[in-house]
């Protein structure tokens, strides 16, 4: 009795404190029935997790020091819900894990693993919001022969998303729309495979009203670039007309003699409880991998997606996603049996429902 009235005020005095500091817990838990077919390969239904917003629990806190200063962290943890395994193998807090300080008139400075800008500067223009069925990033892989795959090898740790071990510097809000940031990792000795990439990369936009538009640029070397390195410049834009906000980005990745260029443009249309949207992506190779010419591995993706929310925590929504290769591309909606032959078609639908707490 003594001991369990001993853990309770434990317990309480650590609540009380984590209130003092306000440390909040928050996340995401979302899942969705798959059916994917890829061509010559047949099909794979499947639940998926994330396919609306990345399931993840999130961790995070701010204190206030005073004098315009403030100190805080952000811990975000990726899930399967499907499964209940954690997203990325070894690695707990791998969507992001940083420690920060911030002031009005400085903006914030923030370690740790984070977002590279020009991911930032790409996936806000997605509707899609780089996940599910239709998104984006199913044309920005390490899969195929191209500058990604020569970067960071087909299984390596890499860098498109996040980046380990990195300082960065944001700007302040209230320059007149002004935003952006400033990042760098270190390798620290690693490899492509453990993650040790050199990343430097900035983000610069204005955001005012209804106009987004900014650029970003990361650039990044490790054991596989052999003194060269990949460059992953990002560009993009959106307006809301009131009935319908439509976007267009345009992403590059260069190494050597090889470079992927993709293209996207998306809107996203509020009606109501519902949300209506649609994207086209193009993935353009060009040049060369060593000996081996990528100049006819092309790929399309079409998503058609709708979203009812019930409230602002719970939604319920569809997607269907298409992609067409040419010459020896693979590209393939997430989630189907692998093995599918370069120039096929890859189809995809699923219906999922997604709580915000």
Sequence with gaps: MVK????????????????????????????????????????????????NATSRIVVRGQEDLGGGLSAGFHLEHGLLLDSGAQAAGNRFWDRRSTVSLSGKSFGELRAGRDYIPSYLNWGRFDPFAYVGAASSSSLISVTPVGPIRA???????????????????????????????????AGEGGTAATGGHKVIGARLGYASGPLVVSAATTRVENDLTAGAHLSDHALGGSWDFGVARVSAAVRRFDIADAR????????????????????WNRANLA?????????????????????????????????????????????????????MAGGGTSRGAEIGLRHNF
């Design 260 to 279: 992927q260029t993709n293209l996207l443009l998306g809107v996203r249309v509020p009606i109501g409880p519902w949300e209506l949207k649609a994207s």
């Design 151 to 185: 970067a960071y090898g087909p299984g390596a740790d890499h860098a498109l998303t996040r980046a380990n071990n990195t300082v960065q510097w944001w700007l302040p809000a209230g320059w007149g729309g002004l935003e952006g940031q400033v990042l760098a990792g």
């Design 4 to 51: 369990n009235c001993f853990i309770a005020t434990c317990m309480a005095a650590a609540a009380s404190a984590a209130c003092a500091q306000g440390v909040t817990l928050s996340g995401v838990a979302d899942a969705a029935a798959r059916h994917v077919r890829n061509e010559g390969r047949g099909s794979v239904s499947s639940l998926a997790s994330g396919a």
């Design 287 to 339: 040049g060369r991998v060593g000996a081996t010419s990528i100049d006819a591995n092309d790929a399309t993706l079409i998503g058609l997606g709708a979203v009812y929310s019930f409230s602002k925590r719970t939604a319920l929504y569809a997607t269907l996603a298409h992609i067409s290769n040419d010459g020896a591309a693979a590209f393939t909606v997430p989630g189907g049996p692998a093995g």
